[in-house]
Nanobody, 127 residues
Framework: QVQLDESGGGLVQPGGSLKLSCVVS????????IGWFRQAPGKEFEDREQ????????????SYSDSVKGRFTIDRDNAKNTIYLQMTSLKPDDTGTYYC????????????????WGLGTQVTVSS
């Protein structure tokens, strides 16, 4: 049974940084493609935005939405079975609930069909 547990959210001023963690249990983290998604305030869960994705396997490929490219970094620690999202130069538009999710076994995309979701961690960017 795959379980995801996000943490690291909080209140930060514009221009600040946060590092989110997604601890994965039940499977080895490098055997699944995993993504970070965010749900903006007032938006439905179905309208969540894919923020970043890291593929399964030894050769790591990372992808980012245009809105976070150059500011966010996704990474993986196999020893800790954890996916991280380092967020810098945060803006008020980055505010939202951030979720990590796994793609189905054997998939190499986060664009659709994400299988297992965590409960999310709240990020608020405000002065």
């Amino acid at each position: 049974q795959v379980q995801l547990d996000e943490s690291g959210g909080g209140l930060v001023q514009p221009g600040g940084s946060l590092k989110l963690s997604c601890v994965v249990s039940g499977v080895t983290v490098d055997t699944y493609t995993i993504g970070w998604f965010r749900q903006a305030p007032g938006k439905e869960f179905e309208d969540r935005e894919q923020v970043s994705c890291i593929n399964r396997g030894r050769k790591i490929n990372r992808s980012y939405s245009d809105s976070v490219k150059g500011r966010f970094t996704i990474d993986r620690d196999n020893a800790k079975n954890t996916i991280y999202l380092q967020m810098t130069s945060l803006k008020p538009d980055d505010t939202g609930t951030y979720y990590c999710a796994t793609a189905p076994a054997g998939w190499n995309t986060c664009d659709y069909g994400m299988d297992v979701w965590g409960l999310g961690t709240q990020v608020t960017v405000s002065s």
